[in-house]
């Protein structure tokens, strides 16, 4: 079964040296409800940040809600490894309890903004001092943003003095294809061969993943072009006809 998650956040809030002339409105309630409509019987997570959860709190209600779990994705979407261990703590810690009190309810799950937590012991045995239970933040490719070189096709766990984390990382065939970039630009055809190969995928979108709309075209407006610009928005075909294809509803 694919695990269905989603990292919501605005969309200025992405790594990406994306140089935003003005921030672009999107309908994220509209977002959601596309969202929970092809979710249907999955097992579906949403790794919200903070400031987001902040901003619409009736959102996270909403997924709640609909039986989507709420894990947490950090308070402002910065790069772990640039952030420093004693903040990035402090922000984890206050995501967290944002998401809790919103949903008076455990958040057990953890995900890095861009896969960028080190794969270091001392990072887990923080989670797991904090209460999370387990961490959707590694990923098998080394990029220059992110990524780690080992590839590791299953689950495992860490174990620390303050508890156990799960790590749940991102399978790759050669190279990563359940998400983000990947799933943008890889052709449909790839792409369901590539799921049907890996039953226990992770599937990771963005908000702005479920627009139908042409990113690249629209965006113009609103940022410069450059490389990361295009590594962005570029998309080969509708990503959500990809999510609904790869979730077998098509
Ligand atoms: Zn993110």
Known sequence: MIWLTIDIEKITDMNFNVLWKKEPVLDYEKVVDDFLSIKKDHHATAFILGTFAKKYPQIVKKLYKNGVEISCHGMYHNLVYKEGFKEWSKRVTEAKDILENLISERV?????????MP???RYYEELARVGFEYSSSYFPMKNYMYG???????????YTKFGTIEERPILKYTIPFSGGVYLRVLPLSVLKMLFKKSKDSILYIHPYELLEDNLLKRF???ADLNLDYFLAFYSFGSTQKKIKTVLRYE
Do not use: A, H, Q
């Open 108 to 116: 057990l799950g953890y995900r890095s903004p861009s896969w960028s």
């Open 119 to 121: 794969f270091e012991k």
């Open 148 to 158: 780690n070189s080992i590839d590791r096709k299953k689950s495992f766990k860490i």
């Open 220 to 222: 113009k407006e609103y």
